[in-house]
């Protein structure tokens, strides 16, 4: 080869050869990783205002053979592209609807179980069948789960968000908004939207603890989902300074690694 050859400079950039590579390799190890039992889902406490453990979140896992421990960030993306998120979602689900019947039975107290889903899964027409099919077949009600949402999604196709998030809201399902504060709130969809919950993004939480003004900023959200009504969550809580603010700011849960990282569910506390 010729290297560094001028016909080269024009159409060969060496670092986007490589990041296309890795996502080549995801995607072709992704494929299939479900069926090789390669897929697992690990669990987060969230914690009621009085440190109890309320529910958990569930998260999910790739370990690959071949790539290692893939983390979400570097795989979903690729899942949601390729269309491979519809049964990876399915099965997250199922995975977490299951693991909550089987904590109730082994007479653990977790109140509800929380689930990602993404804008493809959500935008299904079947999902809110799929959801009450997944519930019935482990004999839970709607109370026992909450799907966490983005913002991002609930920006697209308004009407259509809305009839699903209140067949959603009719079976006793809860609606979180994830992430919340970082993409264009449009805030007009928040009283025209079922949701139950804001989860504040981890981005404010942190800033807690280096950027003045953060506090009046977290104290805002928190304000603005009690006006509506909102359970308030905060994500990543990291450190004692952080959740003694968020607690004193009235959030109703919080999550994080100081309370407890994500682990497979035996591993989990309750
Ligand atoms: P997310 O839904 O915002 O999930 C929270 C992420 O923050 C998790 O990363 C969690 O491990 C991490 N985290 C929790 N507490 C702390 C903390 O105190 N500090 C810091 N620095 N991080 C904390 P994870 O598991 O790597 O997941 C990343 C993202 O991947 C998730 O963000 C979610 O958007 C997506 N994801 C994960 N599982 C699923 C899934 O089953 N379905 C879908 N659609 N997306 C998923
Ligand atoms: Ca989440
Ligand atoms: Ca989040
Ligand atoms: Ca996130």
Known sequence: AKQGGKDNITFFSPEMNAVD???????????????????????????????????????????????????PAAFIPVAEDTGLIISIGEFVLREACRQLAAWRQAGKAVTCVSVNISPAQFGRDDFVALVQRTLQAHRLSGR??????????????????????????????????????????????????????????????????????????????????????????????ETPAQLMQVRELGCERTQGFLLGRPVPPEDLTL
């Open 21 to 71: 590579a890795a996502r080549a390799s995801v995607e072709t190890q992704l494929r299939g990783a479900l069926e090789r039992g390669e897929l697992h889902v690990v669990y987060q406490p969230l914690h009621g205002a009085a440190g109890e453990v309320q529910g958990a979140e569930a998260l999910l896992r790739w370990r690959s053979p071949l790539l290692g421990d893939v983390p």
């Open 144 to 237: 026992d789960l909450e799907l966490e949402l983005t913002e991002r999604m609930v920006l697209r196709r308004v009407e259509e968000v809305a009839r699903k998030m209140s067949e959603l809201r009719a079976l006793g399902v809860r609606i979180s908004l994830d992430d919340f504060g970082t993409g264009n709130s449009a805030l007009n969809y928040l009283l025209t939207l079922p949701v139950t919950t804001l989860k504040v993004d981890r981005v404010f939480i942190q800033a807690l603890d280096q950027t003045p003004g953060a506090y009046r900023v977290v104290q805002a959200i928190v304000a603005l989902g009690h006006g509506l009504g909102l359970d308030v969550v905060a994500e990543g809580v």
